[in-house]
């Protein structure tokens, strides 16, 4: 990443996430691409960077074998929202918190300020944090994008 610039993560569920082991057994990590950090003090640009999550086996409840579980990541509500069909295209801004957002349906498209463009879809989780500086600029690629978003708390 570049100085000055804040970045956007995706936290993806699924099987086509990278895992690594790492020495303790039980342990693994997830390399999950793509999260929004706020702006670096100079510059104000956005980024994408890839993150890792720690993952540890865990026995959860009985009649489910042990799963694989990060720690807890706090919210503070769950919101849905829904783009309407015929809805004007998005202007570049800064996220309204700290968030965690997921498609539900549809596709989007997420520009940083050095250019580089991601697509997300469904079940696609990222963390936006970049809530002051250049922003980024979200384009729904479908009519039917709907999407989740979890503010943390302060």
Request: hydrophobic share 40%; charged share 25%; glycine share 10%.
């Amino acid at each position: 990443m570049q100085p000055g610039h804040s970045a956007v993560a995706r936290l993806q569920i699924g099987a086509s996430v990278g895992i690594r082991r790492s020495a303790s057994l039980g342990e693994m990590t997830r390399q999950f691409p793509d999260t929004f950090h706020p702006p670096v003090e100079d510059g104000g640009g956005s980024a994408f960077e890839d993150v890792e999550a720690a993952m540890t086996e865990r026995h959860i409840v009985d009649g489910v074998p042990p799963l694989l579980v990060s720690e807890p990541l706090p919210v503070s509500a769950l919101i849905f929202v829904e783009q309407r069909p015929g809805d004007p295209d998005w202007e570049s801004r800064v996220a309204p918190r700290r968030q965690w957002v997921m498609a539900l349906r549809g596709r989007v498209s997420i520009a940083v300020s050095t250019g580089e463009r991601r697509e997300f879809g469904p079940g696609e989780l990222i963390l936006v944090e970049d809530t002051e500086g250049e922003g980024h600029v979200s384009t729904p690629l479908t009519a039917d994008f709907v999407f989740v978003m979890l503010p943390i708390p302060d």
